[in-house]
């Protein structure tokens, strides 16, 4: 008696927190290397009045700049701190006592990705070569699923994410640099053709140009799970570009805008749908000019940030005070707002609770 009763309370929680789980769909956005101190606090002033850095620093103050830190963000990020600030949340501001880290300990791109996706800070995962992962990560797990198989689409800028999500195991559609875009899509010659035609400014296609491909696969194949990885800031960062790297991610920020009203003026994603928006790694500090670069001989690389909203997200905005989370994290919190479990053969971690409904 006693275990029927329990396997019905079971049964009804099984149902009700299905009932409650509102997230049919997922978007996925990268911006490499995109440092916390920008996304909480906006353009650094110090670095913006420097020539080495900023060639233009009166059309960059112009832009940017404000009298507060509120007033600096919202200019740099204003959809993030316009709009997914008032809806979903923000973690990583570690002035307000938010700490998101790296658990791997090389802080660059490789590395990163990996962890964001298989969840596994593998120690063996250490270069940015074009090297095969072996680990699953939680695209492909969630291509397995019943309903999702051939609705898992990745679109970069960085011609190594067919390797870091292993596009030729793990099945999934990865679409990066030049890849010719054989698809049956109003508007994808468009883009295929400008790719071949773009100056390549940083060595591969353009953001704009990954962002294009994958908005108009969206609304021509209706993918359930999309990510689009970002790669500008990184490259413009490396090259000492302050004001290029403000601006690729000013750039990004209207990109994830435009994304949302889009997927909003959808009926298979309004409300249904959940934004994450996270990056690889952070950068050092404006001391030494260290904000450059990043890695393991970098001071603070390690640090980076995630911003979600959604229909199953509590609009809490700016966090603070949170527990020490880690990137790993994101792998099992992906596969929780679609309601799975994601237990691969590689330890993974628990998801971020205070995301899930
Ligand atoms: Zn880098």
Redesign the pocket.
């Known amino acids: 008696m006693k275990k029927i009763s329990l396997s019905i309370i079971s049964l009804f929680c099984i149902l009700f927190v299905t009932a409650q789980r509102k997230t049919q769909n997922l978007v996925i956005v990268t911006l490499?290397?995109m440092r916390w101190q920008e996304i909480f606090g906006g353009v650094d002033s110090a670095i913006i009045v420097n020539k080495k850095f900023t060639r233009d620093s009166q059309q960059i103050t112009k832009f940017f700049s404000g009298s507060d830190i509120s007033e600096r963000r919202k200019k740099l990020f204003p959809f993030l701190w316009g709009t997914l600030c008032q809806q979903g949340q923000l973690y990583g501001n570690r002035w307000e006592g938010s700490n998101v880290n790296n658990a791997n300990p090389y802080w660059?791109?490789y590395p990163g990705y990996n962890e964001i996706f298989t969840g596994y800070p593998d120690s063996a995962i250490n270069s940015n070569n074009k090297n095969l992962n072996p680990h699953e990560n939680v695209l492909e797990f969630i291509n397995k699923q019943s309903g999702y198989n051939g609705k898992v689409a990745a679109f970069s800028t960085w011609d190594c994410f067919p390797y870091i999500l292993n596009k030729w195991r793990s099945g999934i559609y990865v679409n990066s640099d030049v890849d010719s875009i054989h698809l049956n899509a109003p508007g994808m010659q468009l883009v295929n053709d400008m790719q071949f035609l773009s100056p390549r400014p940083i060595d591969v296609r353009p953001d704009v140009l990954t962002y294009f491909a994958g908005r108009e696969y969206l609304k021509a194949y209706k993918p359930k799970v999309l990510y689009i990885a970002f790669d500008e800031t990184?490259?413009f960062?490396?090259g000492g570009m302050y004001d290029q790297y403000l601006k690729s991610a000013h750039s990004e920020d209207a990109m994830i805008a435009d994304l949302w009203n889009t997927l909003q003026s959808m009926p298979e994603y309004k409300n249904c749908t959940t934004l994450l928006i996270t990056c690889d790694?952070g950068r050092g500090d404006k001391i030494k000019e260290q904000w450059t670069s990043?890695g393991s001989h970098v001071e603070g690389s390690n640090q980076i940030w995630i911003a979600a909203m959604g229909p199953d997200t509590k609009p809490l905005g700016e966090i603070k005070n949170n527990p020490q989370l880690y990137q790993r994290q994101i792998a099992t919190t992906i596969a929780a707002l679609l309601g799975f479990n994601f237990k691969p053969s590689h330890p993974v971690i628990e998801p971020i609770q205070t995301i899930l409904p």
């Open positions: 490499d290397g660059f791109s990184d490259d960062a490396h790694h990043h």
